[in-house]
Each structure stands twice: as C-alpha cells, then as structure tokens.
C-alpha cells in the first residue's frame, strides 16, 4: 500500500517536535550475559518520558520494543515483531512528542539483501525508517519508509508519525508504507 503524508494541522503543529536518545551498547544497560552459542543479547536503553526501549539481538535479527518498564516493553506486539532478512538499526531514536509527551519513534534499520551481495559475498544493505507508536495503548509498528527510493524520508517518517501513530490500532491496521516503495520495504514485508 503506498500513501501520501499531508502536513500537520498548523494548530496542533507547533508543539510537536523531536529529541533524540542513544542506543549505543555504551548508554545501555545488558541484561544478563550474552548467549555463548549465538551471541543473543539483550539490553535495556534509557529513553524519554519515563520510558525505557528494549533491543533483543538474536540471530542477526533485532527487535527494539517501548515501555515503562523492561518487562512491560517485553510484552508489547513490537517486541515480537522482526523482519526476516538479517537486519540491524542505527543507534539514534528520534522521539516525536506533542510538548513533552512522546508519541512515537522513528528508527533506521537496515536490511540485508541477499540478492545484491558485495565484493565478498556479503548481502549490502538497504535503508528503511520505521516509525512505532508508543503508549497509551500498544507499542507497534506504524509505518514504513524506504530511506533510498525517497530524498525526503525523513520528513516522510515525521509526518507518518504525526498522523497516524497515536490514532494507529496494532490489533486492526496494517503497517502504512509511506512515499516511494523501494527494495527496503519489499525485504522488511517479506514474510
């Protein structure tokens, strides 16, 4: 599905702005040892509002979920959420927040593709924004936006947050891609 963003109401859009956090295993916190067959790790990163962001690291595929809490976020559909392809994500989360109260993340992943392979054989990847809701109400994944098939990505994931995360239902709506469909958001909805 490919939609267009309008731009925010001008009433409402004078509040809504971004900070940004690390991920960084050095800003982190890990969560017991990592796994000596396959290197899994867990981690627990401070965020905004109270909230804490937690990565699982398995098999070269990571999930990153949002709560007050490392159990809360443990539970949320986002924590189960995962692209098939190898994958990683930068350390920065943009948070966007209406004043002070953080309605969603924006994050840049990158997703290996095992049809375009570098000099060594090794899968290139390819750039994708991912924006996810936050509380109240479930913590998932919103909307899509491929960083390479659009020049304007990230303003495309700003506004894909700012109209659709806090009225988005994980139980009831499919992830929006959001501008140009590219190789990124053919490998992160392959399932």
């Known amino acids: ?42 981690r627990v ?38 692209f098939h392809p190898f994958n990683s994500f930068e350390a920065t989360i943009e948070w966007r927040a209406d004043g002070a109260k953080p309605f969603a993340i924006i994050q840049r992943w990158h997703i290996a593709d095992g049809a375009d392979l570098d000099r060594r054989g090794r899968p290139n990847t390819k750039a994708l924004l991912v924006v996810t809701r936050l509380p109240p109400g479930p913590v998932c994944h919103v909307a899509y936006v491929d960083a390479l098939a659009n020049p304007n990505a990230n303003a495309l ?3 894909a947050a700012d109209n659709f995360a806090r ?8 992830v929006k891609v959001i501008g140009a469909s590219g190789r990124a958001v053919e490998l992160a909805t392959i399932r």
């Open 1 to 42: 599905m490919l939609l267009a963003c309008a731009g925010p109401d001008r009433a409402g859009a004078q509040s809504l702005g971004s900070t940004y956090t690390s991920t960084a295993p050095k800003d982190c916190r890990q969560v017991g040892k990592p796994s000596e067959l396959d290197g899994s790790t867990t």
């Open 45 to 82: 990163c401070p965020g905004k509002a109270g909230f804490v962001v937690l990565i699982d690291e398995d098999d070269l595929r990571e999930i990153v979920s949002v709560g007050r809490t490392r159990r809360a976020a443990a539970e949320e559909p986002a924590a189960k959420t995962w």
């Open 167 to 174: 009225s988005f239902r994980c139980d009831k709506d499919e």
């Open 157 to 159: 994931a700003r506004q």
